[in-house]
């Protein structure tokens, strides 16, 4: 099935569920944020010439923006709109309808990889900040190591995210029913409320509030100079602008090219001053999508879409990859209370367990799409990709109208894969900077990964025999594995073609019922796009500094590390040019 065909599908998939109200906006009031403004008011002030123009509003790029303007003149450009006052992002139980949300407003752009797996990727100020599960918990101490960052940087970066945005949750009751079922089950030891990476069972950090308001990368904003930074939302940025004349060692980035919301097409550029920089914060898709885009890329790959190539590296793009995830559906005798990710067990195996329920709270919200962790959607699943026709959508969706309520009520347990050893590619499909690139993760290509997530699945079904769960399920005894899988291999949707064994082979269930949690990185990686400041080889003024450099997924959730990343750097650049003073 080629791209345009999957949009499609994904498309009709969906329900459109968009909701607004005052709430947000007052939230935005109390913060004291910056001014937002839209990309079509550029031109009134576009005369103006910038320290650093960061292109990506979003879990990195807010907190760096925020830090850089303590000193210098700074321009962040975002590609979508404003979070607050949509309802669907701030509000916890509206967590599904903001994924499954296809308007043109949407803070969730879908895109199918190759692989068959239905994914999303952020477009609003916030990043995946504001369409996450909200689970906060940083790297582990062998990461920051491995990664070359100053140890005592990361943890003065680390608590000034936390102590803005990041709450301690009040742990709902399947979620206590995942701690203590981990720990019957073997993985120990409990280590209570902590945002630290520790083996065994512990409850993390979450960027929900006590009232289910979700507090995003953007309040980070706040703590801006705001005489130093300006805000365009609505500013897609599509080309990085060099400067390769004769008598330059190599070409310097001196400014970008963005269209506005209206699709009127604007420029913006750099002061003339050593150290002014762009630095692209656009994540592990659009960073080197726009460096493609750019000229900077493999050269066959710029020549396909006749792209001039600015600098030939060919490692753009490449090192795709995705945690995997597997999930076991499981019915309650009641509905279970809505709760995202609190608890996590962190196995010696690689292997993480996490948990989420309460997809559907009353009779109208089994009428919206919930997003693909749904049972809802899973009848599709049955249908060969080929045969998706509208007409089976169709069918599909009036058929899930006739389902009981019973199946609703229930929730998932997750497994995932840590630093899958599993990589792909991204390839552009056109130079429309709002196209989706194609993108393959090739989940499962490495034999440790499947390994690993068998040995996930049968974890989850020790947790499932201790009585903390059976007591739970409808005839107080549990449910037999085999039951449970059935039920799983329909709740979990992707373009994934189902085979008869999945019931009796694990590593086959892992293939075919494999979905995303969104951690996916790669494409920019250290050492082979950017140097160990993040700086892209070869060019002059142009850093990447996001999820698209890392090698591999930070801790068991990587938002805590990312929004540190962005504080990181941005201390960092400011010692560069400032020395220790720089007093941020």
Known sequence: MDLISRRVVFKALVFLCFIRSSQGRDHFTKLNLPPFLKASRFPTFQHEAYDYII????TAGCPLASTLSQKFKVLLLERGGSPYGNRNITLLENFHICLADVSPESPAQGFISTDGVINARAKVLGGGTCINAGFYSRAKPSFVQQAGWDADLVNQSYPWVEERIVHWPKVAPWQAALRDGLLEAGVSPYNGYTYDHLYGTKVGGTIFDETGYRHTAADLLAAANPNNLRVLLYASVNKIVFNTKQGHRKPRAIGVQFKDENGRHHQAFLREERGSEIIVSAGAIGSPQLLLLSGIGPRNELKKHNISVTIRNEHVGKGMSDNPMNSIFVPMKSPTKQSLIETVGITDAGVFIEASSGFSQTDDSIHCHHGIMSAEIGQLSTIPPKKRSFNAIQKYVDNKYSLPKEVFDGGFILEKIDGPLSTGNLVLVDTDVDSNPSVTFNYFQHPKDLS????????IEKILKTNHFTNLTANGAGYPMETLLNMSISANINLIPKHTNDTTSLEQFCRDTVTTIWHYHGG???????????????????????????????????????????????????RERLGQAAGV
């Open 55 to 58: 292109v990506g509003g979003g």
């Open 524 to 574: 920019c990686h250290v050492g082979k796009v950017v140097d160990q400041q993040y700086r892209v080889i070869g060019i002059s003024g142009l850093r990447v500094v996001d999820g698209s450099t890392l090698f591999r997924s930070p801790g068991t959730n990587p938002q805590a590390t990312v929004l540190m990343m962005g504080r990181y750097m941005g201390v960092k650049i400011l």
């Open 452 to 459: 690993r997530c068998v040995y996930g699945i049968k974890t």
